[in-house]
């Protein structure tokens, strides 16, 4: 290869600036947002993609540098030495679409990206893309979960999830459980954001049996009050 950038088949790029959702105006009135948005309002943007050399990559979107990477615990790790075998055959790694939104996540607003990896294995993360450069907070504060096949009820997530503010004035990140999981069960992923140090998801289990799991939900504002 001329690059050292794997594919990028099925995930989507998904660029982040400064904040710029009202948040602060009507219907919801979150006054305290309009802080987070001017203390913010110089962020430089970046740009996020998944690809298949096992890498969420985050690009600046001035000049398309890489500025990091992320490489999810729950990839399959022994699929990377495959990468340099010749001749080269395509293997899945991060294929699920992201999704970022500002959020009150540990009593904080922050800028949150999240995604599954699709058909490169059962797993979704969450990370914290606030700060967009690495030098100015550890990795590890970066990342506030990942979620893998170690749970049975979690499959396949390809599409992107929600981060919505619910009727209990709690910030959720919504989604699906994905297709085929070891339980075979179809579930509803609500992840609680009001304590991060323990992030767990609460799920709703679809009566139905064998329904083989989960496509991402719509998330609706059914009477327009914001949430």
């Known amino acids: 290869r ?22 602060d105006d009507s219907p919801l ?19 996020y993609l998944g690809a ?41 790694f991060l294929e699920g679409e992201l999704v970022a939104a500002d959020a009150v996540a540990g009593g904080h607003w922050r800028t949150l990206l999240a995604g599954g990896l699709g058909a490169g294995g059962k797993g979704f ?13 550890s990795a590890d504060r ?8 170690s ?15 619910m009727e209990d004035d709690v910030w959720y990140l919504v989604a699906g459980n994905g297709f085929l999981p070891e339980s075979r069960d179809a579930c509803l ?11 767990s998801p609460i799920r709703i289990r679809v009566p139905e049996s064998e329904t083989l ?3 991402q939900p719509a998330v609706i504002d059914s009477d327009g009050n914001g949430k």
């Open 213 to 215: 799991g989960l496509a």
């Open 189 to 199: 992923y609500l992840v609680p954001l009001d304590d991060i140090s323990n992030i």
């Open 29 to 47: 009135f979150l006054h305290d947002y309009a802080l987070f948005r001017k203390n913010n309002s110089g962020r430089n943007g970046r740009v």
């Open 125 to 137: 993360f969450l990370l914290d893309v606030t700060t967009p450069d690495l030098e100015d907070v």
């Open 151 to 165: 749970d049975p009820d979690l499959g396949y997530i390809h599409g992107p999830g929600s981060i919505v503010l």
């Open 52 to 92: 298949s050399d096992g890498m969420l990559h985050a690009f600046d979107a001035g000049n398309g540098r890489e500025v990091w990477a992320y490489l999810p615990a729950m990839i399959d790790f022994s699929k990377l030495a495959d990468l340099v075998r010749m001749p080269y055959v395509q293997n899945a």
């Open 142 to 149: 970066k990342i506030l979960g990942e979620f893998d096949g």
């Open 2 to 23: 001329k690059t050292l950038l794997g594919e990028s088949i099925n995930a989507n790029p998904v660029y982040v600036g400064a904040p710029e959702e009202t948040y």
